[in-house]
């Protein structure tokens, strides 16, 4: 066998027992040696969090006694954004019910155009959508 052959297996062999006979025989697992872990834990985190909203909270309302208005607690807040994204879906709601209604307005003033009748206007497209009331 060839010299150059034999010594760069050897030595690919020796490296790979090596690392074997070091990884059998050390203490502790390679996380721990590579310090690999969370790097903060959850609790100071959440605290954080939980300072910051007092913080805001206690902000706004000396801006709202400044002003002669009633504080906020955590409860009326949270109702208040409650009211606040309903009244934002309604709005969507109409939003897209308008839109709606709108592009139907058009496809059916094309047909009248194309037949000879003149357009409708809004007003009197919904009124004949909705019927009598």
Same mark, same amino acid.
């Given at each position: 066998?060839?010299?150059?052959?034999?010594?760069?297996?050897?030595?690919?062999?020796? =490296?790979?027992?090596?690392? =074997?006979?070091?990884?059998?025989?050390?203490? /502790?697992?390679?996380?721990?040696?590579?310090?690999?872990?969370?790097?903060?834990?959850?609790?100071?985190?959440?605290?954080?969090?939980?300072?910051? =909203?007092?913080?805001?909270?206690?902000?706004? +309302?000396?801006?709202?006694?400044?002003? /002669?208005?009633?504080? =906020?607690?955590?409860?009326?807040?949270?109702?208040?954004?409650?009211?606040?994204?309903?009244?934002?879906?309604?709005?969507?709601a109409d939003d897209? /019910?308008?839109?709606e209604l709108a592009?139907?307005?058009?496809?059916? +003033?094309?047909r009248r155009l194309?037949? /000879?009748?003149?357009?409708?206007?809004?007003?009197?497209?919904?009124?004949?959508?909705?019927?009598?009331?």
């Amino acid at each position: 066998m060839d010299p150059f052959a034999v010594i760069i297996l050897g030595g690919t062999a020796g =490296l790979v027992i090596a690392l =074997l006979l070091l990884g059998r025989f050390s203490s /502790g697992s390679g996380a721990e040696h590579a310090r690999l872990g969370p790097a903060r834990s959850a609790a100071p985190e959440v605290q954080s969090e939980i300072d910051d =909203l007092d913080q805001m909270l206690a902000a706004a +309302n000396a801006r709202r006694r400044a002003r /002669g208005k009633p504080e =906020l607690t955590e409860h009326s807040l949270r109702a208040e954004i409650a009211q606040e994204t309903a009244l934002a879906h309604r709005r969507g709601a109409d939003d897209a /019910g308008d839109l709606e209604l709108a592009q139907m307005l058009d496809a059916k +003033n094309a047909r009248r155009l194309s037949k /000879g009748l003149s357009p409708l206007g809004l007003e009197e497209y919904k009124r004949q959508v909705e019927g009598p009331m």
